[in-house]
């Protein structure tokens, strides 16, 4: 559970969450233990916490990139924890799975090792389709599947804040 992301959620985003989780129809069957491989930084309880007006494209495509975990797998980790201070975005971040062993993609605005060089389209195919600018498909744990439902609004919003982060160069890609 993305506990670090959700608890900034706006109010009235986790309000309709809540909402969609009450209207799934409850499945009965045994599930194990829950075992956490992960450390838990919880922090202090926030408080009220107001929507993000669509206007602002690149505030709302900050908090869209924040609730879609973006960051969370486009950061290599460190100790553990994502390096969000010093390469945030930077990729590098490796995930092993029946998919094969995938490395996160740079999504700075590095031309040469990230997003720099990309057209708008060419990411928000990449976001929407899972499709690489050069046309190669991605592998999961990209959830290209679940941000295919985003309305154009959204994916532009995202794209405008995506490109207001600095370049930082990736010597894995």
């Given at each position: 559970?993305?506990?670090?992301?959700?608890?900034?959620?706006?109010?009235?985003?986790?309000?309709?969450?809540?909402?969609?989780?009450?209207?799934?129809k409850p499945v009965k069957h045994k599930v194990p233990i829950s075992v956490y491989r992960i450390p838990l930084h919880v922090g202090k309880p926030v408080g009220r916490i107001a929507c993000i007006p669509p206007s602002n494209k690149i505030a709302y495509g900050e908090y869209q990139v924040q609730i879609g975990h973006c960051m969370e797998c486009h950061t290599?980790?460190?100790?553990?924890?994502?390096?969000?201070?010093n390469r945030m975005s930077a990729g590098g971040r490796k995930f092993e799975g029946p998919w094969g062993e995938v490395i996160s993609a740079n999504i700075t605005q590095d031309k040469a090792t990230g997003i720099g060089s990309w057209t708008n389209a060419q990411i928000k195919?990449?976001?929407?389709?899972?499709i690489f600018h050069n046309g190669a498909k991605m592998r999961p744990p990209m959830c290209y599947?679940?941000?295919?439902?985003?309305?154009e609004a959204d994916v532009d919003a995202v794209v405008s804040y995506l490109r207001t982060i600095k370049p930082i160069k990736n010597n894995l890609q």
């Open positions: 559970m993305a506990i670090e992301i959700y608890k900034y959620m706006s109010d009235r985003d986790a309000k309709a969450f809540v909402a969609y989780l009450r209207s799934v290599p980790m460190v100790k553990g924890l994502p390096d969000l201070k195919w990449a976001i929407t389709k899972g599947r679940c941000y295919d439902k985003m309305t």
